[in-house]
C-alpha cells in the first residue's frame, strides 16, 4: 500500500500568490514524523520543513507553512507569497515509529511540479 | 565543509557493465541511504546503513549492493548494469544519534544511463 500520496503531479500558481502542495500519509503507528523536500531543476534536495505527530501546532519556516490535519492524515504543505524561484518538484515523505528511536526508512511520495508564473 | 560527496556526477554504461558509486560525507553521521530517482516515480530507497559494517535491503534491492566499510563512506555497486537502472541516484546521510525526527541530508545526485 502507498504510504505517501501526493496527487497532484503538477500545480501553476501566479507570483505572490499562495498555493497549497497536498499530502495524505498512511500509517498504523501514532508516532511519525513528515518532512517537505524541494528539488529545483538543479537537482539538489533541499528539506523545508518538519511535522511530527504529537506537534500540538502547525510547523511554520518562513513562507512555508504545513496544514497538519492528523484525524485526515494529511500534511499539506502552504507556500504564501509565491516567487519564480519556488518553480521545483516538492516531495512529501515520511518516517513511522518513534517507540525505538524512530524507523530507518524515509518513505517519499511522488512528487508535485509546481509552476511559478510571472 | 563538504557535506555529502557522490562521484561520479555522471556516467554512461553499456548493458552487463559494472559500476560503483561513491557516498562519502564529513558530518560524522550515522546513517546512510541509496536512492533512486525516476520520472514519476519519485524517490526509491534501495539500500541503507546504520553504522559502520552495517548495510539493510530497502525497497528495491534488486541488481544492487553496498558495503560500508568505513563510516564516513557508502559504496553503490552495480554488477550488471540494466537499461532498467538508467536513473539518478541519491546519497543521503541522517545524523539519528538522538534525534529520529532530524532531515536526510542529500547529495547532488549521480545521472547514471545504462544503454
Known amino acids: 500500500a502507498q504510504k505517501i500520496t501526493q496527487t497532484q503531479p503538477g500545480m501553476f500558481v501566479q507570483e505572490k500568490e499562495a498555493v497549497t502542495l497536498d499530502c495524505t500519509y498512511d500509517t498504523s503507528d501514532p508516532s511519525y514524523g513528515l518532512f517537505w523536500y524541494k528539488q529545483p531543476s538543479s537537482g539538489e534536495m533541499i528539506f523545508l520543513i518538519y511535522q511530527g505527530s504529537y506537534d500540538q501546532q502547525n510547523a511554520t519556516e518562513g513562507r512555508y507553512s504545513l496544514n497538519f490535519q492528523k484525524a485526515r492524515k494529511s500534511a499539506n504543505l502552504v507556500i504564501s507569497a509565491s516567487q519564480l524561484g519556488d518553480s521545483a518538484m516538492y516531495f512529501c515523505?515520511?518516517?513511522?515509529?518513534?517507540?525505538?528511536?524512530?524507523?530507518?526508512?524515509?518513505?517519499f511520495g511522488k512528487g508535485t511540479k509546481l509552476t511559478v508564473n510571472p | 565543509n563538504a557535506g555529502v560527496t557522490q562521484t561520479p556526477k555522471f556516467r554512461v554504461l553499456k548493458t552487463g557493465q559494472s559500476m560503483t558509486l561513491l557516498c562519502a560525507q564529513d558530518?560524522?553521521?550515522?546513517?546512510m541511504y541509496w536512492y533512486r530517482q525516476d520520472p514519476g516515480m519519485g524517490l526509491r530507497l534501495i539500500h541503507y546503513?546504520?553504522?559502520?559494517?552495517?548495510?539493510a535491503k530497502g525497497e528495491v534491492p534488486d541488481g544492487y549492493n553496498v558495503s560500508r566499510l568505513k563510516k564516513q563512506n557508502f559504496l553503490l555497486g552495480l554488477e550488471s548494469a540494466a537499461p532498467s537502472q538508467t536513473s539518478v541516484y541519491f546519497c543521503a546521510t541522517d545524523l539519528r544519534g538522538y534525534r529520529w525526527n532530524s532531515p536526510l541530508h542529500f547529495g547532488n545526485g549521480t545521472r547514471l544511463t545504462v544503454t
Open positions: 546503513s546504520v553504522g559502520e559494517g552495517t548495510t
Open positions: 515523505a515520511m518516517r513511522e515509529g518513534a517507540t525505538q528511536g524512530g524507523s530507518e526508512k524515509l518513505v
Open positions: 558530518m560524522n553521521h550515522e546513517y
